[in-house]
């Protein structure tokens, strides 16, 4: 499911307008994302929690060449589904 079809489906849902719905959906991604930005982590009590991963600098290999290339350390954003989400899942 693209974000088109997501619209789609919460404005048949809701009644609400699809501008309405893209509305809602830019402001929820957007707040995310600046949360995580900050280093601060969301909560969606049975959906899941969104937060920040910390990945220490390794060494990796270049697949075309084989030799030995040092991958930084980086921040990443991480999904942790909840127990409501994994069990409607199965």
Known sequence: ????ELVDAVSSETNLSKK?????I?????????????GD???LVGFGTFQVSKRKAR???NPRTGE???IPARTVPKFVAGKALK????
């Open 59 to 61: 060494t990796g290999l």
């Open 41 to 43: 982590k969301v909560s």
């Open 1 to 4: 499911m693209n974000k088109a």
């Open 68 to 70: 030995e290339i040092k």
């Open 87 to 90: 069990d409607k899942v199965k």
């Open 20 to 24: 309405d719905v893209t509305s809602v």
């Open 26 to 38: 830019d402001s929820l991604l957007d707040t995310i994302s600046k949360t995580l930005a900050k």
